[in-house]
């Protein structure tokens, strides 16, 4: 991941709405997700496009990781002896690759349907993940850290985001990492996101997302730094129609992908 484009924060993030510690959560948005729980690992169903955007996400994640700790990347763990923590983890489609390759995985969710998927899932995988029916705001009262904290399609989700970048760094140990991803708030992210992914492919519910709640690069970089992190480095993904499969590539107008890191004492 060397051809990483950085985006520095062009403008000050939006002053955060919320006090530390408040529970920043959208219950709709949470109610929605719970609707839909049973479909998680339908590779074929509503979270489809998840499944399909998972082995770039998961490219992007272990490089990040490995290289900002050190780790052996040619072995068959090379996540092994890291805590990570996934932030709204829903049910469990990138804490289960985690674990895998060898990290000690936290999943939260704040819909306890969510997680019980979750759980049944990797009890039958034969995955040992600590599935919370919890949020981030708790674990971070609780005094809880971990080496990466990670928060995909999760951003564009909450109501502060701000608060909620806030929050997640809170729960990076110093000296770790923490990794997000987004949509960008272009118009070509509302004729590709919404539009065409919702109304037109069906490949995800109508309503899924709002356009007014993606996050430029610029805007999640100030977010970043107001946070106390550092170095972000930005990664977008674009789908191929002719391979039918999404890769990781420089244009970040739509999708893309975040990893910074938080000083060591």
């Not at 971990?146 to 000296?175: K, S, Y």
């Amino acid at each position: 991941m060397t051809d990483h484009a950085e985006h520095p924060p062009s403008k000050p993030p939006k002053p955060s709405i919320r006090e530390p510690g408040e529970r920043n959560v959208d219950a709709a948005e949470v109610a929605r997700f719970q609707r839909l729980a049973k479909a998680w690992w339908d590779p074929t169903g509503d979270f489809r496009p998840l499944h399909q955007i998972g082995p770039a996400r998961l490219t992007f994640i272990r490089d990040a990781l490995t290289r900002h700790f050190a780790t052996d990347t040619g072995g068959r763990y090379p996540l092994k002896g890291l805590t990570a923590l996934d932030v709204g983890c829903g049910g469990g489609l990138m804490s289960e690759p985690l674990a895998r390759l060898g990290a000690r995985v936290t999943g939260i969710d704040p819909g306890e349907e969510n997680v019980a998927i979750a759980r049944d899932h990797a009890s039958a995988q034969g995955l040992d993940i600590d599935y919370r029916a919890t949020t981030a705001e708790s674990l971070l009262a609780a005094g809880e850290t971990f080496d990466a904290v990670l928060a995909l399609e999760v951003v564009e989700h909450v109501p502060d985001v701000g608060a909620f970048v806030r929050t997640c760094a809170g729960l990076v140990r110093p000296g770790g990492i923490i990794v997000l991803s987004t949509l960008n708030r272009t118009a070509k992210s509302y004729a590709l996101a919404i539009v065409a992914a919702e109304y037109v492919l069906g490949w995800l519910p109508r309503g899924t997302h709002q356009w007014d709640r993606f996050v430029t690069p610029d805007e999640l970089a100030g977010h970043l730094a107001a946070a106390g992190l550092s170095s972000p480095r930005f990664r977008g993904m674009v789908y191929s129609p002719f391979r039918d499969d999404w890769s990781l590539a420089d244009d970040t107008d739509v999708n893309y992908l975040v990893a910074a890191e938080k000083p060591a004492k």
